[in-house]
């Protein structure tokens, strides 16, 4: 009789730790579940509100890579619209700041990234730090040198900060020229971009040059109807 009384109080204890560890184990998928979530609502947000929200501070990045990217679209967002753009220095600094800390992070979390690597080095040249934006586009690169959308977007910022750019990284820009003249999407911006930059001309022509004869018929070709249409 002890013995089966010992028996149903080990049941019964076994029963409650089940529970209990049940009941944490909901409890922890439950807190995951509304911190995955967080990105997704708050990235919904119209422009002035999400970027009030980071100015204010950093959102706070899920665990999954779709999570991840919602974050690096608010800071894109954020950044590159006007309302960003016309913030008081030191809001304006602080939006930089959060999104290169969130950028880091993600990095973090996952070094290849190369979409990670891209926001983090706009954030730097928001922030004036010319180091870290030339570092930052060279990892972008080497890590995605064939993305015809992460080439245009790396050579936008490139272009925007030439002047401030490593001999390293004005080379990786090189690069992601050379691959856009070679895609079918980019390379009518090129050729567009050939007719009204005239400081773009050169560089590009010495780029062109060491490419394979097909792509400079379709350079060619490019520039030709960018100047008749």
């Known amino acids: ?49 999400l970027t009030d929200r980071l100015v204010a501070q950093p959102i706070v990045a899920g665990w999954s890579l779709d999570a991840e990217r ?3 679209n608010a800071c894109v967002r954020a950044m590159k619209s006007a309302y960003g753009r016309i913030l008081p220095r030191p809001e304006r600094g602080n939006l930089t700041s959060h999104c290169l800390e969130l950028a880091e992070q993600v990095v973090a979390n996952n070094p290849s ?21 030339s570092d930052a586009l060279m990892r972008s690169e080497q890590l995605a040198p064939n993305e015809e959308w992460l080439g245009t977007v ?11 750019l490593t001999p390293d990284a004005r080379a990786a820009n090189d690069r992601d020229l050379a691959m856009l003249v070679s895609s079918m999407t980019g390379l009518a911006a090129i050729g567009a971009r050939y007719i009204r930059d005239p400081d773009f001309r050169e560089r590009i022509k010495e780029i ?11 350079f060619i070709g490019a520039v030709s109807r960018a100047a008749h249409g």
Do not use: K
């Open 1 to 49: 009789m002890a013995w089966r009384g010992a028996g149903a109080v080990g049941r019964r204890w076994s029963l409650w730790l089940l529970l209990a560890t049940s009941v944490w184990g909901c409890a922890l998928s439950g807190a995951a579940l509304v911190l995955e979530a967080r990105p997704f609502f708050a990235t919904a947000e119209d422009i002035e509100t």
């Open 70 to 72: 919602q974050v690096l």
């Open 113 to 133: 990234s190369a979409y990670a690597w891209y926001v983090e080095a706009l954030a730097a040249a928001g922030d004036g730090n010319f180091t870290l934006l």
């Open 154 to 164: 790396r050579d936008e910022l490139a272009e925007a900060n030439l002047d401030h």
């Open 208 to 218: 062109v040059e060491q490419l394979p004869a097909a792509d400079q018929r379709r």
